[in-house]
T-cell receptor, first 111, second 113 residues
Framework: SQQGEEDPQALSIQEGENATMNCSYK?????LQWYRQNSGRGLVHLIL?????REKHSGRLRVTLDTSKKSSSLLITASRAADTASYFC???????????FGQGTRLTINP | DTEVTQTPKHLVMGMTNKKSLKCEQH?????MYWYKQKAKKPPELMFV???????INESVPSRFSPECPNSSLLNLHLHALQPEDSALYLC????????????FGSGTQLSVL
């Protein structure tokens, strides 16, 4: 079963704008990760935030985690056409030996 | 080498065929995974191998048979598949089952006729 819900399901913005996507989950987690997938390709790990962290940065990416609300957000600043992809959050659930992926957000960056 | 290599990239097979998907990594990772992904859906876990032993089988039908010949290789044997099994099959690896940061291959796009 999928425990992550992402919104929006699809997002279309102009190049240069910031893109924000959100992820909510249901159970206690050890960490939350974000992955990017270009059409028909494998997933690429972007960033991991542990349950005791609130914010993390990597280049143009900023991830926040609110364990009280069981939610996370991914912000991509100064978007580029190459950022067009699907973005998935994935949770490492406490007590479970697997990573569970959210439904994903399809991001389109218009030139 | 930080790659996970999957072959073939595309596969078309009939319902009576037997085929195999292959996955290889040389990062010294001790956990390897098979995921199935339908169009516009998230990846769904099928199998996990940890230290070359099957640790998770997500109630996958027996027409899918995984094999881990050694720590670098992972196979998925396919037999008597159904058209609804058509999907992108992704292999992934991680340092171990605890780290859970996954490195994915590019996948095999499977079509069952």
């Amino acid at each position: 079963s999928q425990q992550g819900e992402e919104d929006p399901q699809a997002l279309s913005i102009q190049e240069g704008e910031n893109a924000t996507m959100n992820c909510s989950y249901k159970t206690s987690i050890n960490n939350l990760q974000w992955y990017r997938q270009n059409s028909g390709r494998g997933l690429v790990h972007l960033i991991l935030i542990r349950s005791n962290e609130r914010e993390k940065h990597s280049g143009r990416l900023r991830v926040t985690l609110d364990t009280s609300k069981k939610s996370s957000s991914l912000l991509i600043t100064a978007s580029r056409a190459a950022d067009t992809a699907s973005y998935f959050c994935a949770t490492a659930v406490q007590g479970a030996q697997k990573l569970v992926f959210g439904q994903g957000t399809r991001l389109t960056i218009n030139p | 080498d930080t790659e996970v290599t999957q072959t073939p990239k595309h596969l078309v097979m009939g319902m009576t065929n037997k085929k195999s998907l292959k996955c290889e990594q040389h990062m010294g990772h001790r956990a390897m995974y098979w995921y199935k992904q339908k169009a516009k859906k998230p990846p769904e876990l099928m199998f996990v191998y940890s230290y070359e032993k099957l640790s998770i089988n997500e109630s996958v039908p027996s027409r899918f048979s995984p094999e881990c010949p050694n720590s670098s290789l992972l196979n998925l044997h396919l037999h008597a598949l159904q058209p609804e099994d058509s999907a992108l099959y992704l292999c992934a690896s991680s340092q171990d089952e605890e780290s859970r940061k996954l490195f994915f291959g590019s996948g095999t796009q499977l079509s069952v006729l």
